[in-house]
């Protein structure tokens, strides 16, 4: 559902249109989404702009200032814990040091993986702080495991466990309350600022329907560099309209606005007005092009804002022998081997439960599309009713050429089926598929290969997403709903190719936590 819109100033006198959303938060408050009057210093100061508002506009201020109480909060709790417990394991403040050392950079770590420090992370949702307690918990093994592995070496660097698991207690809420709090200001703080849009075309237009319905919560001023739309809607009625005077609104950048974005191709602006942009960019403040604003605020890689050669753009960890493929290869292997073994009781049981409330078969088998096309064979425990059809096999049973997607509270769906898909534990046979090397644990969603085949002559540039190997779970699984259409397919798209132009470890083990919090709150489908 669109947001509701409210009026979009600009220095003309006649109705410049809506702004950009005002819609209620996660708090249940109005959250000011769209542009407001700038006001002189005087003004300002008159309506009690605060020292702390100018500083958490810096896009730097406030992952510095989480950062600095993060790393003084532990060793505030941490040395209050150690104190009260009247720890005499150690020999001397070094171990005591090393110990603290240990425990905050596995904390940084967890929070810097899950965007704990980013300036433009929600922090106040239920996603958020269900995240953000996955992080700490696996923050405290770690670190427990790495401290008592050493003290089997050194027995004086053995501190007390009641002191590090209360010490985890506490800073939990703590650091979820300060983090709520600034997100809080800043949110205030930028919302009299907007972002400037040159460009007025498709592309632009396209960009406004997309921001218009995403969480950001600043306003758009759309401007035409050649002045030849002014006046006109960006979008058709009830959409912001595109305004002129780029030169003024340049010189008045650090005041009105967080940054530039540029909705046009590079070869339709100005030579001198490209040289002007790339001044700004590195002297005042970013200047975005719409594929460097969809990864750097939405996570996403826009297909629309890619070409052929994207793939062959620096920075690619996929190109080559990238190190990090053989580590990933080698962790599924070896956590696919465990997992299989441990989960063998409970697939057993899974297994009696399908045959005895809808019979065989138990398995359902399906062809998909691998890394470089290949087709092979996935495994999942059968959660549809038995039908025949699309030729009577199993691969007709599931999902036949009549009905592609499994909707909500799909009929066909077995009521065992819908426990184990919302638990995600139906795809557990697929950890044969990466034990055997054609899945990942990590990667883009395997497709079907009769929608794999529709997708790639309908959606530009969906071949991309198999320059990697699928996996079971992904980073569009974990940020975008079950697709039903064609629609969600593309939009599933910008978060694959984000995945593939982002490919790493940090973004694995984002995906690792998100996947946890998904099947715990039940969201599969």
Sequence with gaps: MLKSAVSNPTSSTEDPGPRIGAYPDVEGGLRRGG???VASPSQAGERGVTRMSRVTRQEWAPPTLIFLLDIFTWMAIYGMASYLRNDTAFSGSFQFAVVEIIQIAVIVQALFIIGGYSPRTETRGLAYTAEHILALLCALGISAFVIYVAATYDHTMKPSRFAIFSSFLVFIPASLFYRRWLRTHVTAATASRAFLVLGCGRMAADFYLTYRVSPNNQGLEF??????HVGERIAGPGSPLIEGDLSAKLDDMSRRYSGIILAERADRIRPDLLDRLIRTQFQRIRVYTLESFYEAHWRQVPAHSIDPLWPMQTGFQLSRASPYHYVKRMCDIILSGLLLVICVPLMAVIAAVIWLTSGRPVIFKQHRVGRDEDIFTAYKFRTMRTEQGAGGTEQGVEVREADLYTRENDPRILPVGRWLRKLRIDELPQLWNVFHGELSLIGPRAEWVE???RYRDKIPFYHFRHLVKPGITGWAQVNYPYGESEEDAMQ????????????????????????????????GR
């Design 223 to 228: 401007v035409d560099p050649e002045g030849k």
């Design 451 to 453: 929608c794999a085949e």
């Design 492 to 523: 599933k798209l910008t978060y694959d190719l984000y995945y593939i132009r982002h490919y790493s470890l940090k973004l694995d083990a984002m995906i690792v936590l998100k996947t946890i919090y998904t099947m715990f709150a039940g969201k």
């Design 35 to 37: 542009q407001v009057s």
